[in-house]
């Protein structure tokens, strides 16, 4: 790939940047995904960074779900350090290994960050904290396909796939009753195929969010002290009930 450049994002010069990327909301299930293939990656419970990557700029923003970032935010400066050493050049290199992403003119890498004790998206000082990939968006092609993720940035430290198969509510049971090595829960992706005229598909990632029954209850046990927890309780709760039928919900 031509003209590619593998820069830390660059503090904000006080001109406007580019619109902050979106990452979709999960909002729960729909019946056409149920028994469909997925690989279900570990989510991890922390704040979601994002990354960008333009071929004239390098990389050249950090931000949250919010706002952009530089390396003198007091919360999340040192992410951008752990990017740049963990995932910055290891990203292009896989860009140019595929022929996917030959035609590829930006990118956004969405990553985790969290430590020992973040709960929620509320962090401690004093943990050290850990940044991890589980995500690549290509804004003219869509989300890297999860098998292709996994295949192709597999060497890198990803999400980690904790199971391969049918999005089967048994599945989904079994995380929630908290058989599967996750503290929060998992993100299950899977892909929908649509034929296109003149013989063409068009491929589209879906995703399905199933959290632990322990991790909601220390979410409702902390909520009581904290108005933006109980937000986030109403929306988990309402996520997570829209997966079952209201008597598997036990």
């Known amino acids: 790939m031509a003209n590619q450049k593998s820069r830390r994002p660059r503090q904000n010069s006080g001109r406007p940047r580019p619109q902050l990327a979106r990452y979709p909301s999960i909002e729960g299930l729909q019946i056409d995904f149920l028994n469909q293939p997925c690989v279900a990656f570990h989510k991890y419970d922390g704040s979601n960074l994002q990354f960008k990557w333009t071929q004239n700029e390098g990389w050249c923003q950090a931000g949250t779900r919010k706002r952009t970032i530089d ?107 908290g058989k599967y090595p996750v503290n929060e829960g998992v993100v299950a992706k899977g892909v929908t195929t649509t034929q296109r005229r003149k013989g063409k598909t068009e491929q589209e990632v879906w995703m399905v969010k199933i959290k632990t029954k322990s991790w909601l209850e220390e979410l409702t046990r902390r909520a009581g002290d904290s108005s933006d927890l109980k937000q986030e309780l109403e929306d988990n709760l309402k996520q997570q009930f829209a997966l079952f039928q209201q008597n598997e919900w036990q």
């Open 71 to 177: 390396v003198e935010n007091p919360l999340f400066g040192s992410a951008l350090s752990l990017f740049e050493s963990k995932y910055a050049e290891q990203i292009l290199s896989s860009l140019r290994k595929y022929k996917e992403y030959r035609n590829a003119k930006s990118l956004v890498a969405f990553c985790e960050f969290f430590g020992e004790h973040t709960f929620s998206g509320l962090h401690r000082d004093d943990d050290t904290k850990e940044l991890k990939l589980f995500d690549l968006l290509i804004p003219e092609q869509g989300f890297v396909l999860p098998q292709n993720f996994r295949q192709h940035f597999g060497h890198l430290d990803i999400a980690e796939v904790v199971y391969e198969g049918a999005l089967t509510r048994e599945f989904m049971q079994d995380v929630y009753q």
